[in-house]
């Protein structure tokens, strides 16, 4: 097992779009925060930092495309054989692949958060500190830490289910472009999804509802009359669906003849 | 010595249509194998099976008499493959394919460099793979699948796109590694080649094994040949007929051997009709012949 994650992520460092992920990340904040330098009086430096400057939305999308190509890949290159005929069972690929896309992830956390923090520091230090109130009398540091933990959480709903269709498809074009176009709907039809939840209570318990976590996290009251669940409630219930999900996309992949 | 691979009747159907009908064969440690037939006859799924990458309706395969399906893998552990066209990662250099699938770091940089030697791909390793052509993808591909000093390798169609000079050393690799007690099971189209490596043949056409022979018995039960040439070829022909003997479909006088006395007794036929045989020559079937003969036969069995 240690092996194959270790193939994995040899595979994932030689990849090309691992190092324009990563550059692109820090580009991407770096605009975001010198515009909002330059625009002072449409900023609010202390919500900015909480969310990375953007960064943890854009993880979004590089996290999207990894995880559609990490099996896709194997099916459009051919070597999905190699990796299958070999002792190990088809449970510890699936795994090793999706424990690569994890670590793959933290790795994009933590460089958001420590990027974040330089940013900060080097256009906005004489801005705030880390230990001002920012709401509810905790302090920006408290929520940031709170907000990133949420959604992450989020992001491994979202992943996991991008994992289970990527499954479905051959080739990592057409699994990219489901996983974005999927996104950008789940966030279209979330308001559709309100009014229906409203309509038919038991509704709240799908799994689009539980994508609203790190929203509700950081601004429980507007958004927590919406979702109708506690935070408490939203937390199992991803945990719960990324589970489902990734034990169907195990299902799928189990009986893949290649 | 018991068999390092035996399949029994094995059976595989994509939705309605049967592709492997009751296959059974087993290979013996050591040995050659070729797997031959027409185009869909169903190597590449026998392959894919024994590497336990399709679930199989019925029967069983065992590498070391150890059981192997889709969810069971253990026996597959000493077993290198190349199937159908090599797997490689665009992104990668040669060494860094090998790199990646080679199993122990304590030994595998010396195999890595033996791998690489052996298969004179030097100049080219370091180079991204993307940029390789069809042949050089193909020697990495035959490369993964000889890493790790194997015990069985399977290899589909492994000339593919290979020029004369690497196949003649693919040829001598496989014949060394076979000698030091490496198994082969190896699939190709080319009769001609596969001629000189193989020790035994398993003939599969339509699903259906239609042989398994050592390379010995196939050219000896239907191989050899005696072509006459006589001073009045129409004339013997109508005798050789009339006596009973079967001529082969050729424009020459062509009999098929069956006894080492069997000329004496033409000699003397033909002499007793005054007709004087010039010259005698012994043909020996080729692998290519021999096959088609036996797929012939085989459709007109059915
Ligand atoms: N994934 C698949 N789905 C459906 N049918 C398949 C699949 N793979 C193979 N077949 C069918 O199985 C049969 C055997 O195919 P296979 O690839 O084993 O032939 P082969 O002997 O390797 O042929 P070739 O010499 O052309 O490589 C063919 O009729 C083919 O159409
Ligand atoms: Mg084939």
């Known amino acids: 097992m240690v092996t194959l994650i270790r193939q994995e992520l ?16 820090l580009l991407l904040m770096t605009i975001f925060a010198v515009f909002s330098k330059l625009q002072p009086s449409f900023s609010d430096p202390k919500g900015e930092f909480i969310a990375a400057y953007g960064g943890t939305s854009w993880v979004v999308f590089f996290m999207i495309a990894a995880c559609s190509t990490i099996v896709a890949m194997e099916f459009q290159y051919g070597t999905i054989k190699e990796l299958l005929y070999r002792k190990y069972y088809r449970g510890e690929i ?9 670590i793959y992830s933290l790795y994009f956390y933590v460089l958001s958060f420590i990027f974040s923090v330089i940013l900060k520091m080097v256009l906005f230090n004489s801005k705030f500190s880390f230990s001002d109130i920012y709401t509810n009398d905790q302090s920006v540091m408290h929520v940031t830490l709170v907000t990133y933990a949420g959604s992450f959480v989020g992001l491994w709903l979202l992943l996991s289910l991008v994992l289970l269709l990527a499954n479905v498809f051959k080739s990592s074009a057409a699994a990219i472009s489901v996983g ?17 939840i409203n309509k038919w209570e038991w509704l709240k318990w799908n799994p689009l509802n539980m994508l609203n976590l790190s929203d509700q996290l950081s601004n429980s009251t507007v958004i927590g009359t919406l979702t109708r669940l506690s935070n408490t ?5 991803n945990l719960v669906y990324t589970g489902i999900f990734l034990f169907l996309g195990y299902l799928v992949f189990r009986r893949r003849n290649v | 010595m018991d068999d390092i691979l035996t399949v029994k009747n094995l059976n595989k159907s994509f939705g309605k249509n049967k592709v492997l009908k009751d296959v059974s064969f087993n290979v013996q440690p050591g040995k050659v194998v070729g797997l031959v037939g027409p185009n869909g006859a169903g190597k590449t799924t026998i392959m894919k099976a024994v590497l336990g990458l399709f679930d199989f309706q019925g029967g069983s395969i065992l590498i070391n008499g150890k059981g192997v399906s889709i969810t069971k893998h253990q026996a597959l552990s000493e077993v290198g493959a190349l199937i159908e066209y090599p797997g490689i990662y665009p992104f990668l250099t040669g060494m860094q394919h090998l790199e990646l699938f080679a199993d122990d770091t304590s030994t595998d940089k010396a195999d890595i460099q033996n791998v690489i030697d052996e298969l004179n791909i030097g100049s080219y390793i370091n180079r991204k793979a993307k940029a390789y052509s069809l042949g050089m993808k193909q020697k990495l591909g035959i490369a993964l699948a000889l890493l790790n000093n194997p015990k069985f390798v399977i290899l589909d169609e492994p000339m593919n796109g290979l020029d004369p000079k690497a196949t003649k050393e693919l040829r001598n690799l496989i014949l060394d590694l076979a000698k030091k007690g490496t198994t082969f099971l190896i699939s190709s189209h080319i009769l001609s080649e596969l001629e000189k490596l193989v020790d035994e043949i398993v003939v599969i056409d339509n699903g259906k094994i239609i042989k ?3 390379m010995e018995d196939l050219s000896d039960s239907n191989g050899n040949y005696l072509v006459l040439t006589t001073t009045n070829d129409t004339k013997a022909r109508e005798i050789l007929s009339a006596e009973g003997v079967t001529l082969e479909k050729s424009d020459k006088l062509k009999i098929k051997k069956t006894s080492d006395d069997q000329l004496a007794g033409l000699i003397q036929l033909m002499s007793s009709h005054n007709i004087n045989i010039v010259d005698v020559q012994h043909e020996q079937n080729d692998l290519e012949t021999s096959l088609l003969d036996l797929l012939d036969n085989d459709q007109v069995k059915e």
Do not use: C, P
């Open chain 1, 233 to 237: 409630e939203l937390v199992w219930g």
């Open chain 1, 180 to 196: 974005i176009v999927g996104y950008f709907a789940t966030s279209i039809a979330s308001s559709l999804m309100f009014m229906l």
């Open chain 1, 94 to 102: 699936l795994a090793s692949k999706w424990i690569t896309m994890f």
């Open chain 1, 10 to 25: 040899f595979k994932l460092m030689h990849k090309k779009s691992t190092i324009i992920g990563t550059i692109a990340l």
């Open chain 2, 212 to 214: 398994q022979t050592s």
